[in-house]
């Protein structure tokens, strides 16, 4: 077991004193008192695999074992609300050849059709839990490419391994295909099987002559089925990708109730103010969710050959923010074509994203991007935010300010399931070496 930077003692009691908290993470205390970072300074008591109290630093009167965290910051476990951990770790077999969109799609498709069988999918499914398990996240929504006939192997697998990990990550699957997939091919068996699999409807956005009988198409079998809508939307630094408005207007057209995330909305970031402006009225009116994805962004918009990047693809934020659209920051894909590098570690992400898109200065509830709101978009109440009486999932670090938090990897961090720690080790990436026998 990798070792902490503190030693957890085994048993039913325990009081984590003097650790330091984002105040935006905690619910239900009042006597806090945060820094000029929004951190307050506490200590947390646990019994039973649950959180007894959180109090003042100091203020704890209990006979449970005493764990000294000497300031370091405590959050709950990560909520990583957008992968795709069916593409996970294929890069081995289809390299990307020039960090192209295109390049992605076309060598995605070709592994898919070529090797994407039950066990092959099983292996690098768990592989990814593994890792998110190790680096302290416990829920985890995941696009599943369901374009037919994937889906009659995909979805039941998928059941399966959300039985296999319950308790330890709470999963949710999303159908994922091409907005021309609806025009096609019949997706009227996906949309059943996601039905009957506990899943999202999803698919992907982009300007097509035909968009709304399209978009009308997945509204009408979403509400047909009672099933919550993930977009991928307008995923390029196009000024002419204008999906999203579309999408907000039809869901309020169609007074459609149940929840809907936007991935990316990456062409937001190169249109024009006042479009801008109307895009951003129309989410907030629809009640749609956002979920941003910086490092698959960065690394596949305006990538040409010997040409230094001026566009980056990341989506407005801040703007959504202050119109009360609730933002999330997620992993997106892990070790694929679309993305070469990552490993599901949500404190990687943050901490990019925090450079990257001046998530600092103030950090305000920043924090909240990665925990909690994902939790609320996954309709999950007892993952994301500290509070008495929840289950003590908990990520403990060495670092005590955001300048020491986000300055380093924080290998050394503590992760607490029900009040236990876990094994912090994550898999070895030669496990699958023997699904990538023959690659040169």
Request: with cysteine; aromatic share 6%.
């Amino acid at each position: 077991m990798a070792s902490g930077f503190v030693t957890v003692p085994k048993g039913d009691r325990l009081l984590l004193k003097n650790g330091r908290v984002p105040i935006c993470l905690v619910d239900g205390v009042a006597t806090l008192v945060p820094d000029a970072t929004g951190v307050a300074h506490v200590d947390i008591e646990i019994a039973e695999g649950r959180i007894l109290e959180i109090r003042p630093a100091g203020t704890a009167d209990t006979n449970a074992p005493v764990v000294d965290l000497d300031q370091g910051q405590v959050w709950p476990t990560f909520v990583d609300v957008h992968t795709h951990l069916d593409k996970g770790h294929i890069w081995p077999r289809v390299p990307n050849p020039d960090g192209s969109f295109m390049s992605a799609l076309r060598a995605v498709m070709a592994d898919r059709q070529a090797h994407w069988r039950t066990e092959d999918v099983r292996r690098r499914f768990d592989f990814s839990l593994r890792c998110a398990h190790a680096h302290g996240t416990s829920a985890i929504r995941s696009h599943l490419d369901s374009i037919p006939p994937q889906e009659i192997t995909t979805w039941p697998l998928f059941e399966e391994i959300r039985s296999d990990w319950a308790g330890r990550i709470e999963l949710q699957g999303v159908s994922l295909a091409a907005i021309e997939v609806f025009r096609e091919m019949d997706m009227e068996p996906v949309a059943d099987q996601v039905k009957r699999s506990g899943g999202i409807m999803g698919c992907v956005t982009y300007p097509v002559p035909d968009l709304q009988p399209l978009l009308d198409q997945v509204f009408d079998m979403a509400m047909a089925r009672d099933l919550a809508l993930d977009f991928h939307v307008d995923e390029a630094v196009d000024p002419e990708s204008a999906t999203l408005g579309p999408i907000a207007e039809t869901a309020i057209r169609k007074g459609f109730q149940r929840p809907i995330q936007v991935g990316h909305c990456c062409s937001l970031s190169v249109q024009d103010e006042a479009v801008v402006d109307r895009t951003l009225d129309l989410v907030a009116q629809a009640g749609i969710t956002v979920v941003s994805l910086p490092m698959c962004n960065m690394y596949l918009q305006d990538r040409h050959p010997g040409r230094t990047p001026r566009l980056r693809g990341v989506t407005l934020l801040h703007e959504f923010k202050k119109r009360g659209i609730p933002v999330s920051v997620a992993s997106d894909n892990t070790r694929d074509p679309f993305y070469a590098y990552g490993d599901l570690d949500m404190h990687e992400v943050f901490t990019q994203m925090a450079r990257i898109a001046h998530l600092d200065h103030p950090f305000g509830d920043w924090p909240a991007a990665v925990t909690r709101t994902p939790a609320d978009v996954m309709e999950l109440a007892e993952h994301g935010r500290l509070a008495a009486g929840l289950p003590a999932n908990l990520v403990l670090f060495r670092g005590r300010y955001y300048s020491e938090l986000l300055s380093r990897p924080q290998a050394d961090r503590v992760v607490l399931r029900g009040g236990r720690p876990i094994d912090t080790t994550p898999p070895d990436y030669r496990e699958l070496d023997d699904l990538f026998e023959g690659v040169a």
